[in-house]
Structures are given as structure tokens and as C-alpha cells.
């Protein structure tokens, strides 16, 4: 656990991630600190963390962009990625029913969801697309950053970015 900014809690990073991030070049900015409605992005060109507000989703969620940004392109790291996230749309056990069924809309899309830009008229998911930077960020922030919640083929792939569970 570790404490980023003095508005948003802590959050079950690792201090030697937060350090990498830093090393990285990684700043962060918190526009509103006295909201939490959420919102941000991650700028890679600049290496910000922008957040909105200082709700902890947001922040895990960007964080993880800038933390997957350069891990993404190291050997095969993405494809697997997309590899386990599709392995994990057919995961059964109860345990990782949430991470399951993120899986499922991310590689199946939202039939329910319009979406204008699509060829459908409704979103089609991230798997079409090859979009792993958004599934990473995803899942990190759908699991609020704990591991336990996601099975080992994919909670490998945020192996020091976040803490490892304690009774698990
Ligand atoms: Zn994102």
C-alpha cells in the first residue's frame, strides 16, 4: 500500500512501482482533489497521470496505463495479454466472477451499448481491436488493484505493480 497524493487513499501499489513510475519520468496531477467522480488519463508523451478527481479508481486505473505503456511492448507481453484475457472471458471459478465477466464484455463487446463509430452501431469490445493497453487498465482498475481477484494466468502481467495478497 502506498500513499500518492494526500487526497487519494492509499492504494495497493507497490512502493518499488510507484519508484519505477517516477524513475519513468512519471508525473501526476490531480485537477479537482476535493472531488471523487472519477475520470483521467494517462498522457504517454508527456508522462502524465492527469486525474479529474482523487477517486482511487481513476488513479489505478491511469496508473496502470503508464505502468503498461513500455511492459506492452517488451517481447510478446501484449499478445499474451489479450491471450489470457480471452482464457479468462471463460473462466468459471466463482472466485473471479467479476474479472470473468469484464473478460467477457471486453472480447464480445456490449450488444446493449451503442456506439456511433461502430460498424455495428454498438460496442464491439477491445478484442477486435487489439486494444491490450485498455484491457490492462481495465482489469487493474476493475480488480481496484487486488490480485486475489484475478486468476495467476493474468494477475502474472501486474506482478509488481501491485501488492500480492496476503492470505492467498
Ligand atoms: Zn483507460
Known amino acids: 500500500m502506498i500513499k500518492i497524493h494526500p487526497n487519494i487513499p492509499e492504494l495497493p501499489l507497490t512502493p518499488q512501482a510507484w519508484d519505477w513510475l ?9 485537477r479537482d482533489p476535493h472531488s471523487t467522480s472519477g475520470g483521467g488519463f494517462w498522457w504517454p508523451e508527456r508522462k502524465l497521470v492527469e486525474l479529474f478527481t482523487a477517486q482511487e ?36 471459478d466463482p472466485r473471479y466472477a467479476r474479472a ?39 482489469l487493474a482498475s476493475g ?11 493474468v494477475r502474472r502481467f501486474y506482478r509488481g505493480l501491485f501488492d500480492e495478497p496476503t492470505s492467498a
Do not use: C
Open 57 to 92: 479508481e481513476a488513479a489505478i486505473h491511469e496508473l496502470a496505463h503508464a505502468w503498461w505503456h513500455e511492459r506492452r511492448l517488451q517481447g510478446t507481453n501484449a499478445a499474451e495479454l489479450i491471450v489470457a484475457v480471452v482464457k479468462l472471458s471463460e473462466e468459471t
Open 100 to 138: 470473468a465477466e469484464l473478460a467477457k464484455q471486453y472480447v464480445y463487446g456490449i450488444r446493449s451499448q451503442r456506439d456511433p463509430k461502430s460498424p455495428t452501431g454498438w460496442w464491439r469490445g477491445m478484442l477486435v481491436e487489439g486494444n491490450d493497453w485498455e484491457m490492462f487498465a481495465g
Open 143 to 153: 480488480s481496484m488493484g487486488h490480485l486475489e481477484r484475478l486468476p495467476e494466468y
Open 22 to 30: 517516477r524513475e519513468y519520468g512519471v508525473t501526476l496531477k490531480v
